[in-house]
């Protein structure tokens, strides 16, 4: 069993959920609490809905009903972030299939193979992902510094930093895996043999050679002193 196959699933896999987290999350951009005083209100969007909330706790959510009024840049990030949690999905998968410790895959070559492919995978799913939060947060950084900019101005959101996070887990575990093929190579699977039965030989063989001793012996004996 490979520790470094074993450390870049771990990697892939929390990178795959970071990633599925932020695609569902609402926090991607945020108003800051300290803005209304007053109402002490605050707005939080995402890719798939507007969210409202205020000090009382109450939450009130409602979705974005056409993706044709919905901006260019959220329909980018939309993609990205779909193809990366897709590409995670099938990259997991790749990975227990190119495991060393599965008996599913084929030959060693094949699941060196197999496990280099995962590794290809789960880095473009961490670049996808790398690229649509990145795109989010330019986006509301520019408005942020503009001065020009007389609308709602927002910050950057936990799930951009979720995604981010699993973006870089996703790219550290593809790594791992796609050098992980040098260590199929060097230390391929062995095959266990059992040896209960010929431990039993060399004690039989030495009882009958100890009885032949004794029924030899005493025969050479017995010539020696019939002729003294």
């Known amino acids: ?35 209304s005083v007053i109402t ?18 109450s939450f009130h959510c409602r979705p974005h009903f056409t993706i044709f009024k919905v901006e260019g840049y959220i329909q980018a990030c939309r993609g ?6 897709s590409l995670g999905f099938f990259a997991s998968i790749f990975a227990l299939f190119g495991m060393k410790c599965t008996k599913v895959g084929g030959s060693d070559k ?4 197999i ?16 690229t649509g939060c990145s795109l989010y947060a ?17 910050e950057l959101g936990a799930a951009l930093f979720i995604g981010w996070a699993g973006a870089s887990l996703c790219i550290i ?3 791992i895996f796609c050098f992980s093929i040098s ?26 050679g100890a009885e032949d001793f004794k029924t030899t012996n005493p025969s050479k004996q017995f010539d020696k002193n019939a002729y003294v």
């Open 173 to 175: 575990g593809g790594v």
């Open 138 to 154: 330019n986006k509301i950084t520019t408005e942020f510094f503009d001065p020009l900019y007389v609308e709602q101005k927002y």
């Open 110 to 113: 094949t699941k060196a193979k």
């Open 1 to 35: 069993m490979s520790r470094a196959q074993i450390s870049a699933l771990v990697f892939g896999v929390g990178g795959f959920g970071a990633l599925v987290a932020a695609t569902a999350s609402n926090e991607w951009k945020v108003t800051t609490r300290a803005s």
């Open 115 to 130: 496990a280099c492919l995962a590794g290809i995978v789960f880095i473009l799913s961490g670049l996808c992902s790398m």
């Open 80 to 85: 990205l972030m779909i193809a990366a949690v």
């Open 183 to 208: 260590d199929n190579n060097k230390t391929p699977r062995m095959g266990y043999a059992y040896n209960g039965a010929a431990s039993a030989m060399p004690s039989r063989t030495k009882y009958h």
């Open 40 to 57: 002490a209100t605050w707005v939080y969007q995402g890719l798939w809905m507007n969210c409202a909330g205020n000090a009382l706790g």
